[in-house]
């Protein structure tokens, strides 16, 4: 990675990140039959991390601790450039491995469908 560059803002990064998408959907309205075989790229690049962590960061789920016992507050607490770097390196390694979502189905209320229930405890998958 390269440690020289400045580091992102959220407004940087959001422009980049529109810029890129305006000029995808203008590519991809001009020719229909056209194929976008390197989007790994942008999934790995900071701009797109740093997006990707802020819209994460604004769900209400983003207050307990995923599967992994870490909270966003403590990622952030911990770290927000360094954790960011370590997945953009685990990503263009091929080595990043997301941990498995502990879930179980339970009925609906008033009918015989079923909804998924995602734990939020890794120990105990409740």
Same mark, same amino acid.
């Given at each position: *990675?390269n440690?020289?560059a400045p580091?992102?803002?959220?407004?940087?990064a959001?422009?980049?990140v529109?810029?890129? !998408?305006?000029?995808?959907h203008r590519?991809a309205t001009?020719?229909?039959?056209?194929q976008?075989?390197?989007?790994?790229n942008l999934v790995?690049?900071p701009?797109?991390?740093?997006?990707?962590?802020? /819209?994460?960061?604004e769900?209400?789920?983003a207050?307990?601790?995923?599967?992994d016992?870490?909270?966003?507050?403590?990622?952030?607490? !911990?770290?927000?450039?360094?954790f960011?770097?370590?997945v953009?390196?685990?990503l263009?390694?091929q !080595?990043?491995?997301?941990?498995?979502?502990?879930?179980? *189905?339970?009925?609906?209320?008033g009918?015989k469908?079923l /909804?998924?229930?995602?734990?939020?405890d890794?120990v105990?998958?409740?």
């Amino acid at each position: *990675m390269n440690t020289d560059a400045p580091p992102l803002t959220s407004f940087g990064a959001e422009r980049r990140v529109r810029e890129i !998408q305006t000029k995808l959907h203008r590519w991809a309205t001009d020719d229909s039959d056209r194929q976008f075989r390197d989007l790994f790229n942008l999934v790995c690049d900071p701009a797109f991390l740093l997006i990707a962590w802020e /819209r994460v960061r604004e769900n209400r789920g983003a207050r307990s601790a995923g599967v992994d016992g870490k909270s966003a507050y403590y990622i952030e607490r !911990q770290g927000l450039g360094e954790f960011l770097a370590e997945v953009r390196e685990d990503l263009k390694a091929q !080595q990043f491995r997301p941990l498995p979502v502990r879930e179980r *189905m339970i009925p609906k209320v008033g009918g015989k469908k079923l /909804r998924r229930l995602v734990s939020r405890d890794p120990v105990h998958g409740t």
